[in-house]
């Protein structure tokens, strides 16, 4: 199983990017998958994540509300993060994370590489 995340890149503040991540290889399901991130010298935090049934979970919400959406293509087995009016403090390496239930081995926390974000003033 494979988590490949892809969108990150530069953007000036209140601009837009939109990050995505399809999970690849042989499993029965996604439960969950979702977004964290890690600033510099920061501990990685929770951006946000969606269950199978759809339901979301803003981790600091505050910091994200009305500017970041997570959406979810179950038959792609891709998530999106659509992050709009972006903020220096939204800077940092963005991670793409999933609860999957393996063929022979349970349900595993898998996770991308990482993707980066950086947002000018």
């Known amino acids: 199983v494979q988590l490949q995340a892809s969108g990150g890149g530069l953007v000036q503040a209140g601009g837009s990017l939109r990050l995505s991540c399809t999970a690849s290889?042989?499993?029965?399901?996604?439960?969950?998958m979702g977004w964290y991130r890690q600033a510099s010298g920061k501990q990685r935090e929770l951006v946000a994540t969606?269950?199978?049934?759809?339901?979301?979970?803003?981790g600091d919400a505050d910091s994200v509300k009305g500017r970041f959406t997570i959406s979810r293509d179950n038959g792609q087995n891709t998530v999106y993060l659509q992050m709009n009016s972006l903020k220096p403090e939204d800077t940092g390496v963005y991670y793409c994370?999933?609860?999957?239930?393996?063929?022979?081995?349970?349900?595993?926390?898998?996770w991308g590489p990482g993707t980066l974000v950086t947002v000018s003033s």
């Open positions: 290889g042989s499993f029965f399901s996604i439960k969950r």
């Open positions: 969606m269950d199978s049934a759809d339901n979301t979970n803003y």
């Open positions: 994370g999933a609860d999957i239930v393996t063929i022979v081995a349970g349900t595993i926390d898998y």
